[in-house]
């Protein structure tokens, strides 16, 4: 079993930046590929980003692109997502998810976290 917890969100102005983490208990995130979603009020969860277990593979959502970047350190068995020029409408909960291929989908994904967060003000 697989046991994440995300951490950096918070409220940031329009503009700004965060950085989120993915920390893993239990077992190596180093063989999973990694996703992060989030869920605003009232939507479907949606995909943000994707990156292979080497990290030589990423992909985004199109409304992200040239603004957030996944990176993952295997080592430290930690995932990152740096969110920058932050728009209100990438308010949500953020999740981050491990799982077998590198999608968009989240049925490719086996194990979530609970979620972090993320506020932007106008």
């Known amino acids: 079993q697989v046991q994440m917890v995300e951490s950096g969100g918070g409220l940031v102005q329009a503009g700004g930046s965060l950085r989120l983490s993915c920390a893993a208990n239990g077992r190596t995130l180093s063989r999973y590929a990694m996703g992060w979603f989030r869920q605003a009020p009232g939507l479907e969860r949606e995909f943000v980003a994707t990156?292979?277990?080497?990290?030589?593979?990423?992909n985004y959502a199109d409304s992200v692109k040239g603004r957030f970047t996944i990176s993952r350190d295997n080592p430290k068995n930690t995932v990152y997502l740096q969110m920058n020029s932050l728009k209100p409408e990438d308010a949500a909960v953020y999740y981050c998810?491990?799982?077998?291929?590198?999608?968009?989908?989240?049925?490719?994904?086996?194990?979530w976290g609970q979620g972090t967060q993320v506020t932007v003000s106008s």
């Open positions: 990156i292979t277990w080497t990290g030589g593979y990423t």
């Open positions: 998810a491990a799982g077998r291929r590198a999608t968009s989908g989240s049925s490719s994904y086996d194990y």
